[in-house]
């Protein structure tokens, strides 16, 4: 199997019209032949009329928003269907630069890796100061669960290998999933590695709620002790 039957890009979007077509552009340009999966978590705008207008680009559409992980469970089924055994995950607001993709294909390429993570700089300069502060602690915490030490746990931008995802045990369909995903890759016994990437924030609107999310991240790792 070559590089381009193998990998698959996986974007979840909700209301990113405006940076859905140069995300495209960018990631076609660096890697033109690995296809794209865009999941349109039941946007209001203009989303999937665009997304119609694009070529090439396989589109899965929620009738109505459903939760970040829910959105990348569709991805990894679609991908799957598809006969890709790795997912490249890339949020849609522009904040993961698509010109690493190369990167984390060269580490996970190096063999008996399961993920392959976005690693992004904690300054202040680039990251608000509520965001070093929850991924600092959610960082910790997954590392002490894991025993792996993780750097930036909340960084959507990461390889994964499908192979090893089941999404029926994935009982999350919001923003905890993809610590769930992180977690289950991680108490296995396949490495993982980290790639830097620039941190890049923009004017893009986080869905994320600081107390209740905290909440789910706390249950999930309370209840990650009784996975078989």
Known sequence: MN????YSIIVPTFQSAASLVPLIHRIRDVVPLIP?????DGSTDNTLKILHQVSNV?????P???GKGAAIKSGILKAK????????FLDSDLQHPPERIPAFIRDFEKGDIQLVLGKRS????YM????ILSNTITSFIISLRTMKRVHDTQCGFRLVDLEQVQVSQCADDGFQFESELLIRALVTDKGYSEVKIPTIYNQSRSSINNFWDTIRFIRLVLKSYLWT
């Open 36 to 40: 794209i999966i865009v999941i349109d």
């Open 81 to 88: 269907e598809m006969n890709c055994t790795c997912g490249i």
């Open 58 to 62: 396989t589109i899965v559409h929620h």
């Open 3 to 6: 590089l381009t039957q193998k």
């Open 128 to 131: 608000p100061y509520h965001r």
């Open 122 to 125: 904690f300054s202040p300069r």
């Open 64 to 66: 109505r928003n459903m």
